[in-house]
């Protein structure tokens, strides 16, 4: 990510809540989460937790809701939204990031769960100015359009190569089939993965140690 | 998602015993969903997956699965691939490989179907509140079971590991306080009847420690066959586990369990007794699959599930001869 775009995102965030700071405040509590989906028993009233764990091999520590994912923790209290939010549910594969050096949905992941570990994102896997090898295969073959899936594909297809599983078409569709590319960049994505093996030796999954 | 405590466990036996509104959490990819649906609303969450020594894998004669196991390590594991084909197969089978490094064992065998109906609130579920009614009956049931369903539920059972289990004797190992249990996993889930919500035999607190699986020629010759919507990344819509044992061009022995089409992991016992002694051949393996469907009551929209499940069995009963 470049330095324009980063400062991009930091008016946003900035104005975003200099606008909607009152509107947040009033919508963020359990009162208005019973009032959005009808009575219930008793809800136990949210209470921040600490948490802390080491992104892209820096020691972070936030206090967060319980309820807050591994996915929004990276993007709302870390400052990196390189990992993206496509359905949230787990079935993208858009917010995939590795943990302990596996591949996860983020989205599915509490961030409290990550107490200690070791949690590897998109913008974790360039060495400064240096492209990570699956990342330069990417560009290389194309393997994108509108790029809003491309962060997961990547870290999955580092993953995948890790894994071993890049031994033909048949295996790298079968082992990307958790990432999904609504654009349709799939014969170019297993172009790239398939360069990007080609450089295995010097492909790492981060955060494994 | 509704608010709730969250508590690291650290120690098996001071879970203590089961307290309404309490839900343990191991790899979570079924109940952050359900929890992002507010279909479960725990006050408490107990996440395990930090407790010691349930993520092991063993075989020693037989398989022991630690509960807290990854989809993906059972599935990639050694002697499960050589012993258990299709233990391996009915996993990496399954959901995607994000999905798999997270889900755990026991887990898998505890996850909620996937009837829309349950996980819409728009809809009427006797499963999510009891008493409420059946939308699916009447509604959108291409997907849903036409063996083992009552005029209260038809949703199928949506786990692949458990169609594999089941085939193969497996047995559950459980905690609880005032001592644990062994528990066949054939009589380990309940078919719906008039208590659709109640969905296994656990009580409360009590928690899955391990699978035990027997080993013996049939795992060894056996495989899983799993027909979906897409190639991948999907929920079956007929699936067969079968096991057998041929000598002299004669089955002696063969294990069979559906999935994609039954309210439980369905064994299918007929169709085994059925196959013993029979020529290895296809119209004994024809025979067979009439009969594991022969109690199947087709809803509107899922009368083809009788067929593919059928056809399904046979070409995996013709792989598995080799």
């Known amino acids: ?89 787990g079935a993208c594969g858009a917010c995939t990031v590795h943990v302990d050096g596996r591949r996860v949905v983020s989205c599915l992941t509490l961030a409290a769960s990550c107490e200690g570990k070791s949690v590897t994102t998109i913008e974790g896997l360039a060495t400064g100015d240096k492209l990570h090898p699956v990342q330069a295969a990417f560009l290389e073959h194309d393997g994108f359009q509108c790029g809003y899936c491309t962060p997961g594909q990547i870290m999955s297809a580092v993953a995948l190569i890790h894994e071993g599983h890049a031994d033909s078409d048949a295996n790298i569709r079968e082992w990307m089939s958790g990432n999904i590319c609504r654009c349709g960049a799939y014969p170019n994505i297993v172009d790239a993965v398939k360069s990007a093996a080609g450089f295995k030796s010097a492909i790492t999954v981060k955060g494994s140690g | ?140 049931n291409r997907m849903h079971a036409v063996l083992g369903g009552s005029d209260h539920c038809v949703a199928t059972h949506a786990s692949d590991l458990a169609v594999a289990l089941v085939a193969l004797d497996a047995v559950v190992v459980t905690h ?35 699978i035990e699986v027997p080993a013996s020629p049939l795992a060894r010759r056996s495989l899983y066959r799993k027909v979906r919507d897409r190639a991948s990344f999907e929920f079956a819509l007929a699936s067969a586990a079968v096991a057998l044992t041929v000598a002299d061009g004669k089955i002696r022995a063969a294990r069979i369990a559906l999935g994609g089409v039954g309210t439980k992991p369905w064994r299918a016992r007929d169709a085994e007794a059925a196959l013993a002694g029979q020529p290895a051949e296809q119209s004994a393996f024809e025979a067979a699959a009439a009969l594991a469907l022969a109690g199947a009551k087709p809803l509107e929209q899922n009368g083809f599930k009788i067929q593919l499940a059928q056809r399904n069995l046979v070409r995996a009963l013709q792989s598995a001869v080799g």
């Open chain 1, 1 to 89: 990510m470049t330095e324009s775009e980063w400062s991009r995102r930091a008016f946003l965030q900035t104005a975003a809540a200099a606008g909607g700071g009152a509107a947040v405040a009033k919508l963020g509590g359990a009162e208005s989460a019973r009032a959005a989906t009808g009575p219930s028993s008793a809800p136990v009233a949210p209470d921040k937790f600490r948490v802390g764990f080491a992104v892209n091999g820096q020691k972070r520590s936030i206090d967060i809701d319980p309820r807050v994912t591994l996915l929004d923790a990276l993007r709302d209290h870390l400052g990196l939204p390189g990992t993206k939010k496509g359905c949230d549910m």
């Open chain 2, 1 to 140: 998602m509704y608010p709730f405590r969250y508590e690291s466990a650290r120690d098996l036996n001071q879970l203590g015993s089961g307290v309404a509104g309490t839900e343990f959490l191991g790899g979570g990819t079924d109940l952050m969903q359900l929890m992002k649906d507010n279909v479960r609303r725990p006050d408490r969450l107990i996440d395990i997956s930090a407790l010691p020594s349930l993520d092991t894998i063993e075989f020693n004669g037989v398989l022991k699965i630690g509960a807290l196991a990854r989809m993906s390590d059972v599935g990639e594991h050694a002697a499960v691939k050589e012993q258990y084909p299709v233990i391996s197969q009915a996993l990496l089978a399954s959901a995607s490989p994000q999905v798999r490094n997270m889900a755990r064992i026991g887990g898998n065998l505890l996850q909620r179907t996937r009837c829309v109906y349950f996980r819409d609130q728009a809809g009427a579920c006797n499963k999510r509140v009891p008493g409420s009614g059946c939308s699916a009956i009447g509604g959108e």
């Open chain 2, 176 to 210: 609880r306080p005032q001592g644990g249990r062994r528990i066949a996993l054939e009589n380990f889930h309940l078919l719906p009847g008039d208590t659709p919500q109640i969905e296994n035999v656990l009580e409360p607190g009590e928690l899955i420690v391990a």
